[in-house]
C-alpha cells in the first residue's frame, strides 16, 4: 500500500509520520508533501526526534504536493482538518483523516521546544496505529 502524509511545510509532521511508519510497517510504501514547502532539511527538532527513537533520517528535503504524488498514492493523510478538506477537492476517495478514527489533528510543533516535537511524534504513533488497524482490516 502507497501511503501519502500531507502538512503544510514537509518539515515537521509529514517526515515524522512516513519515518516512523516507514520503520514501524515496512511492508508498505510511505512519502510525505507539503502544500507549502521551503525545499529545505526537516525541522532540527523532527530530526531530533525520530533519531532519539532509533529511526534514521537520511537526506530528507521538503517536497511539493504534486498530481503525480495523488495518483501515486492510495491512501493520502493529511495532518489536519484543513489540510483534509483541501485534499479532498483533488482525490476524494483517498483521504483518511485521523479524527474520524477515534484519532486527532496533529499539532505543528514548528519553532516549538523538543518537548512540543515529542508530544507531535506520539500524537502520530497513536494516530497511524489506528489507522493502519483500519487499513488492513479492510484490506
Not at 510525505?32 to 529545505?40: F, T
Not at 527513537?53 to 495523488?70: A, V
Request: glycine residues 8%; aromatic residues 10%; negative net charge.
Amino acid at each position: 500500500m502507497n501511503i501519502l502524509y500531507v502538512c503544510s511545510g514537509n518539515t515537521c509532521r509529514s517526515p515524522m509520520a512516513q519515518y516512523y511508519s516507514q520503520e514501524a510497517y515496512p511492508v508498505h510504501t510511505f512519502q510525505s508533501r507539503g502544500l507549502y514547502p521551503s525545499g529545505g532539511p526537516m525541522s532540527d527538532g523532527t530530526r531530533r526526534v525520530l533519531q532519539g527513537h532509533g529511526i534514521k533520517t537520511q537526506g530528507h528535503r521538503s517536497q511539493q504536493l504534486t498530481q503525480e504524488d495523488l495518483i501515486w498514492a492510495d491512501v493520502i493523510v493529511p495532518m489536519t482538518e484543513e489540510i483534509g478538506h483541501y485534499l479532498k477537492t483533488l482525490e476524494l476517495s483517498k483521504v483518511f483523516e485521523f479524527w474520524n478514527y477515534q484519532g486527532e489533528e496533529v499539532p505543528d510543533p514548528y519553532g516549538g521546544s523538543l518537548e512540543i516535537y515529542e508530544r507531535t511524534y506520539e500524537v502520530l504513533k497513536e494516530n497511524i496505529k489506528k489507522m493502519m488497524a483500519v487499513l488492513e482490516e479492510k484490506r
